[in-house]
């Protein structure tokens, strides 16, 4: 029993990642180049040496927050399409506050400062639409993507018009509360962005995972998302777990946001998000919204995109991002669940 | 020996875990109406399924019409005049019933649908098969019957020679089924052969003329309906005697449970569903409630659980329960069996463990944290008691049959500490094993003094059951008879609105 579950589990995302190398092999050949000297190169520039695993680990860590906030709505059956949005708002927040904190404030106490503050941000995004779903029943897929155009609109005019330094789009920086990169005290990794953060992402995942499936709280949310009638009658709020469930997601994209100002910059830029909110829709899928799965399918999706940069010499580095697309589609297809999510919609039942 | 119009033999047939047909066979006459009888998952259903094309078997050989088919589809199917009458009726709301029954195969003129021809076609069906329906009618208008009526339409429209129903009166009242019964001798009498999956007795006793039992997947028994007993049926279904008709101790009610006062509830397109009802549940007692389905009962229900707001007063033991939300009325005293099994009362993908404690997280967590031993230790006791199987208790419910996810709502409900209970249609989709057992149940709940509230469209289970009958019909309850007065026909009278309103005792 146990068995076929796991098979069940894991083989709609193996066979989508195996569908979308074929594919991804027949692109390479149309473009006249020999897909195992591209796999080669993509394998080689990412963990072939401890620089390229380095630069994966760092992306791997901003997708597992995005991806864990995903999977933790998902599973209460909500879409969760803004963590871009609370990404980037999370970051501000601990921009914001690292401006404001007096530089002689020792570092433990700024760091659970910008970290309350991350979290707070993306929390507060992520409850406009869950409020106004639980309230008016308003669809949380459009509210999400409309808060998202909101939120990098009103960041992109508060760092342009008031906190940049002069010829740039970023904050000043930081003075205390940075966290230190993994060459620090392991110097292989000389050079990557890969942060101490990495394990706040691995402990998120946990966390998550104690909270979806040992605690009170995570039962009522997965049965809410399960069968949003049977959770009702048996004397859940429903629109009180939604809204809690978007304020868990939020955080979580949002505390994503202090890997790239604590842990790679120290300060926060415009648009440092770049797509990182929205991947983690397709981690969290092909991580089947659970949290070891979305640690995994973060690192592959880091791979995919570090490797991007290594295959460049021989196809462009596009070709990864058509990859992504492919494997995003292909689990589309193949996950049962995001089948049944699209014919519950047009069915019109939440 | 007549010519066979279906001959199955050696059917396999698995669901993952699920062994649903082992070596099944079936024989179906030409022109006879052929009961499939069984439990719940028994296994009828993929037998007419594979025979409808709709699922493919694993192995087994296969004729129709004396001809072997391998590799049969649903186009397959209706081309040699094989279709099912859907049950979950899938029709489009916003056609006609014309419209409907054309779609698929319209008489065109030119690019254009050629409505008269249609409406034609319909009339002339309604005709030969004796089915009244208005062919002009969208079929957002229909009643349930006359949906039905509409689904055995489109299938005569394509030619179906042989017609599978599964269950087809589990929607029905009395007066639609009698009417069913006589469309389907008629279409027998033009010719037709006629599968029909049941579990009520009497009904294969009425119509059939040979019944297939199954057990487990396989083929049991096949009977000559004319030399055989009900009590024969329910014991090669089961597998040992049934008793169906338990005598009722007489009734000693006690002190009012729930009143309810001048009750108005709006229906979910915002028409008024009950128009000021009252009631009165007694503690020792069972209050049935009798009516063709739509006449506001799930709207009772609903306002009594909590799920609808409503106007007038539900007092449960003199607490008014108007300010109280679902848990709270809970703890008030409410146990709630709901009518609809699978959107309401079980999560399907948690397992029996979890969907045991539904409503009662207080008890098995402590400071937010599941209590997993607390919760596994109530399982087990739970799954021994009311005899639910697989004795698994981390089977996810959906992989159960109809009559042991009813027992697992049951347990959970039946395990609180209530006064009330609210049992919908505890019975529907359950075989004939497990409605014993629930009615043993029922019954031992009115012995322990507590009030229940039956709603069933299964007059048979009202009358057996209930102490007092209500008849609700159109909003209102037109009829509160005690079960003396009581019978099928008096019923059915206030039910249809055949009969004018009175109120004994």
């Known amino acids: 029993m146990a068995r076929t579950a796991w098979i069940e589990m894991l083989f709609p995302p193996l066979v989508a990642l195996l569908v979308a190398l074929v594919a991804g092999d027949l692109l390479i050949l149309a473009y006249g180049q020999n897909p195992a000297a591209v796999w080669h190169l993509l394998v080689d520039g990412t963990w072939g040496n401890f620089y390229g695993i380095g630069q994966v680990l760092y992306k791997a860590t901003t997708l597992c927050f995005t991806g864990l ?29 690292g401006l404001l904190l007096p530089a002689t404030m020792p570092w433990f106490f700024a760091f659970m400062l910008m970290f309350l503050a991350a979290a707070l941000c993306g929390s507060a995004v992520a409850a406009v639409p869950g409020v106004l779903k639980a309230r008016f029943g308003a669809h949380e897929v459009i509210a999400t993507i409309m808060m998202n155009f909101m939120v990098l609109a009103l960041l992109n005019y508060l760092v342009a018009a008031h906190l940049h330094t002069p010829e740039t789009l970023h904050t ?24 101490w953060l990495i394990v706040l992402a691995i402990l998120a995942a946990l966390l998550v995972g104690v909270v979806l499936f040992a605690s009170r709280f995570g039962f009522e949310l997965r049965a809410v998302g399960l069968q949003v009638g049977a959770a009702e009658n048996a004397g859940i709020s429903v629109g009180s777990t939604w809204i809690r469930a978007m304020l868990l997601a939020g955080a979580l994209a949002g505390l994503g946001g202090l890997n790239f100002v604590l842990g790679y910059k120290g300060f926060y830029e415009d648009g440092f998000a770049g797509g990182a909110g929205f991947l983690g829709i397709a981690v969290a899928l092909v991580g089947r919204n659970h949290p070891l799965g979305v640690v995994i399918s973060a690192l592959c999706f880091a791979t995919l995109s570090q490797g991007g940069l290594a295959i460049h010499a021989l196809v462009p580095k596009q070709m990864v991002e058509v990859l992504q697309a492919l494997v995003i589609l292909a689990v589309a297809m193949a996950v049962p669940e995001v089948r049944t999510r699209l014919a519950r919609s047009v069915r019109g039942k939440p | ?18 062994q649903a047909n082992r070596g099944a066979s079936l024989e179906v006459a030409k022109g006879e109406i052929h009961a499939l009888m069984g439990e719940n998952g028994a296994g009828k259903s993929t037998l007419v399924k594979i025979l409808a094309g709709l699922q493919p078997p694993d192995a087994g050989q296969f004729f129709v019409d004396g001809r072997e088919v391998t590799g049969w589809t649903t186009p397959q199917a209706l081309t040699a005049g094989v279709a099912m009458v859907h049950q979950h009726f899938m029709l489009v709301p916003t056609l006609t019933v014309a419209e409907n029954v054309v779609l698929g195969r319209e008489p065109t003129h030119g690019l254009r649908l050629d409505r008269q021809a249609a409406v034609q076609a319909v009339r002339d069906l309604c005709q030969s098969s004796g089915l009244q329906v208005d062919p002009n009618r969208l079929v957002a208008d229909l009643s349930v019957g006359e949906a039905q009526r509409v689904e055995i339409l489109k299938v005569l429209y394509r030619g179906a020679q042989v017609l599978l129903l599964d269950e087809p009166t589990a929607v029905l009242s009395p007066p639609e089924v009698a009417e069913l019964w006589g469309v389907l001798r008629r279409l027998q009498q033009g010719g037709a052969t006629i599968v029909l999956i049941s579990h009520k007795l009497d009904e294969v006793m009425a119509i059939s003329q040979r019944v297939t039992v199954m057990r487990q997947g396989q083929t049991v028994q096949v009977l000559d309906t004319a030399q055989t007993t009900a009590a024969e049926l329910a014991r090669a279904m089961v597998g040992r005697d049934v008793d169906l008709d338990v005598q009722r101790p007489e009734n000693q009610a006690g002190k009012p449970l729930l009143r309810v006062t001048q009750l108005q509830v709006q229906g ?62 809970t703890q008030a005293g409410l146990a709630h069996v709901p009518e609809d099994r699978h959107q309401r009362a079980l999560i399907l993908d948690y397992s029996v463990a979890d969907n045991l404690i539904l409503g009662k997280l207080a008890e098995f967590s402590r400071r937010g944290v599941l209590d997993q031993r607390a919760i596994a230790a109530h399982a087990a006791e739970l799954i021994a008691e009311y005899d639910i199987r697989p004795t698994d208790p981390q089977v996810p419910v959906r992989g159960l049959s109809g009559g042991n996810q009813q027992k697992v709502v049951l347990a959970r409900e039946l395990s609180r500490s209530f006064k009330v209970l609210l049992a919908a249609q505890p019975t529907r989709g359950v075989d004939v094993g497990a409605i014993e057992f629930i009615h043993a149940r029922l019954r031992q709940a009115r012995a322990q003094g507590k009030g229940v509230l039956l709603v069933s469209s299964e007059l048979r289970e009202i009358l057996t059951l209930s102490d007092r009958i209500a008849v609700l019909y159109r909003g209102r309850i ?28």
Do not use: C
């Open chain 1, 69 to 97: 906030s995903v999977a933790i709505a998902l599973r209460a059956g909500l879409f969760n399409v803004g963590a871009e949005g609370q990404l980037a708002a999370g970051g501000f927040g601990a921009g914001l506050a």
């Open chain 1, 172 to 195: 000043q920086s930081i003075a205390s509360g940075l966290v230190p990169r993994l060459s620090v005290l392991l110097p292989v990794f000389h050079g990557s962005a890969a942060n």
């Open chain 2, 1 to 18: 020996m007549t010519t066979l119009a279906i001959q199955m033999t050696g059917i396999d047939k698995r669901f993952a875990a699920v």
């Open chain 2, 478 to 505: 037109v009829a509160m008879l005690p079960r003396a007065q009581a019978s099928e026909s008096v019923l059915g009278a206030y039910m249809t609105g055949a009969a004018q309103a009175v109120t004994h005792g």
């Open chain 2, 268 to 329: 979910s397109r915002g028409q008024p569903a009950l128009l000021g009802l009252d009631l009165t549940i007694h503690a020792g007692e069972i209050l049935g409630i009798a009516g063709v389905e739509g006449n506001g009962q799930s709207e009772l229900l609903d306002a009594l659980a909590g799920l609808r707001p409503y106007q007038g007063s539900i007092k449960l033991a003199d607490q008014e329960l108007a300010t109280l939300s679902l848990s709270q009325r």
